[in-house]
């Protein structure tokens, strides 16, 4: 199985400053149609997860622009430019590209 | 608006059985291949089944396989997982998920809680 592996797993942020989360694959994402199935989901606590970013760039609807994706291979990295109180929570990448699809083990997001 | 809807969680002991329920409403169902995810307790996601959008292609994740079956039935918009042999380690908070492929869940419903204890 590809295992993913975040880190930090404790992002302690300051509200207004930027945070980083990375995700390492331990198999190239990139599968044969050329798409790479690198995807990122926030939990908040007692709230199912929510899609932020899939196919490692594409933010969803609704979701503020101060979050961003990047990366190719096997890193990746999810930007937040100006953490803000509601961004508390559990950050996972996961990835669709081999089977089975596997999950980070989570990043917590709390503020200082 | 789409949503999924679990039920049929419950406690249940050691090598029983339970089958979970997530009805679908607000999409066109049979146009979907949709997933379950579940969360242990105070842990992270693990992927569990996937089926296809016709129903005729199924997927299990090695800790379930043979254990757990996945399924859907157009004609009330509804997934199933069907769970025997339950073990401790299946106690988590299962999602049902729209799948759009490649792991990029979509769509989760709000989880049905499994306790498996005696």
């Known amino acids: 199985d590809v295992v993913m592996t975040q880190s930090p797993l404790s992002l302690p942020v300051t509200l207004g400053q930027p945070a980083s989360i990375s995700c390492r694959s331990s198999q190239s994402l990139v599968f044969s149609d050329g798409n790479t199935y690198l995807n990122w989901f926030h939990q908040r606590p007692g709230q199912a997860p929510r899609r932020l970013i899939y196919?490692?760039?594409n933010r969803d609807s609704g979701v503020p622009d101060r979050f961003s994706g990047s990366g190719s291979g096997t890193v990746f990295t999810l930007q937040i430019s100006r953490v803000e109180a509601e961004d508390v929570g559990v950050y996972y990448c996961?990835?669709?590209?081999?089977?089975?699809?596997?999950f980070g083990q989570g990043t917590r997001l709390e503020i200082k | 608006e789409v949503q999924l809807l679990e039920s049929g969680g419950a406690l249940v002991q050691p090598g029983g059985s339970l089958r979970l329920s997530c009805a679908a409403s607000?999409?066109?169902?049979?146009?979907?291949?949709m997933s379950w995810v579940r969360q242990a307790p105070g842990e992270g996601l693990e992927w569990v089944s996937g089926?296809?959008?016709?129903?005729?292609?199924?997927y299990y994740a090695d800790s379930v396989k043979g254990r757990f079956t996945i399924s859907r039935d157009s004609s009330s918009n509804t997934l199933y997982l069907q769970m025997t042999s339950l073990r401790a380690d299946d106690t988590a908070v299962y999602y049902c998920?729209?799948?759009?492929?490649?792991?990029?869940?979509?769509?989760w419903g709000q989880g049905t809680v499994v306790t498996v204890s005696s």
């Open positions: 996961t990835q669709g590209t081999h089977w089975p699809i596997t």
């Open positions: 607000g999409l066109i169902f049979t146009k979907h291949a």
């Open positions: 998920a729209k799948d759009p492929g490649g792991g990029a869940f979509d769509i």
């Open positions: 196919k490692v760039s």
């Open positions: 089926i296809g959008y016709s129903g005729s292609t199924t």
